[in-house]
T-cell receptor, first 113, second 109 residues
Framework: DVKVTQSSRYLVKRTGEKVFLECVQDMDHENMFWYRQDPGLGLRLIYFSYDVKMKEKGDIPEGYSVSREKKERFSLILESASTNQTSMYLC????????????FGNGTRLTVT | QKEVEQDPGPLSVPEGAIVSLNCTYSNSAFQYFMWYRQYSRKGPELLMYTYSSGNKEDGRFTAQVDKSSKYISLFIRDSQPSDSATYLCAGAGANNLFFGTGTRLTVIP
């Protein structure tokens, strides 16, 4: 069974801090994703990576960057956290292309104060 | 207009009821459709996956796609309290997945 593990369940950070969200998958999937989930807005794609060191912007990349140095690990970086980045962040992986079924982690609830 | 529209609910039903969860979509090029279930404080998990029009059944769950009306449904028979969760529909375009905002379901014992 695919396991996608997000390192933190809850994070509280201050405005302006640099924030790292880590995600690891154990199924050798090529593709990894970062979404944020907000009430009424649903899931919105932030970034997508289809290979080590390769990335593509999603629908809402502003204020975020990503890093994929190893196939199993995909990090989301908030360069300077702002209150409007308070959200649930979900990492996912897939075996197939960008429109394939996703395997999600359990999310990181980030609060920026 | 959003690619996928879903009534957010909430929806409350008594245990044993038949539940109908519905989505509409606007993109006639969607290739296949998915339903995800998300328990509180958990990530979404893939529940059903269907390519074409018609029905797909898996235990108590039936996914239905009507491409002529751009309507997708998930039916849950003999609903259980353990079915209480948020259900997300999704359509797969050529290069992306488009999610509904989710319907929160509560099954009352």
């Amino acid at each position: 069974d695919v396991k996608v593990t997000q390192s933190s369940r809850y994070l509280v950070k201050r405005t302006g801090e640099k924030v790292f969200l880590e995600c690891v998958q154990d199924m050798d999937h090529e593709n990894m994703f970062w979404y944020r989930q907000d009430p009424g807005l649903g899931l919105r794609l932030i970034y997508f990576s289809y290979d080590v060191k390769m990335k593509e912007k999603g629908d809402i990349p502003e204020g975020y960057s990503v890093s994929r140095e190893k196939k199993e690990r995909f990090s989301l970086i908030l360069e300077s956290a702002s209150t409007n980045q308070t959200s649930m962040y979900l990492c996912a992986s897939s075996l197939g292309p960008r429109n394939s079924p996703l395997h999600f982690g359990n999310g990181t609830r980030l609060t920026v104060t | 207009q959003k690619e996928v529209e879903q009534d957010p609910g909430p929806l409350s039903v008594p245990e044993g009821a038949i539940v109908s969860l519905n989505c509409t979509y606007s993109n006639s090029a969607f290739q296949y459709f998915m339903w995800y279930r998300q328990y509180s404080r958990k990530g979404p998990e893939l529940l059903m996956y269907t390519y074409s029009s018609g029905n797909k059944e898996d235990g108590r769950f039936t996914a239905q796609v009507d491409k002529s009306s751009k309507y997708i449904s998930l039916f849950i028979r003999d609903s259980q309290p353990s079915d209480s969760a948020t259900y997300l529909c999704a359509g797969a375009g050529a290069n992306n997945l488009f999610f509904g905002t989710g319907t929160r379901l509560t099954v009352i014992p």
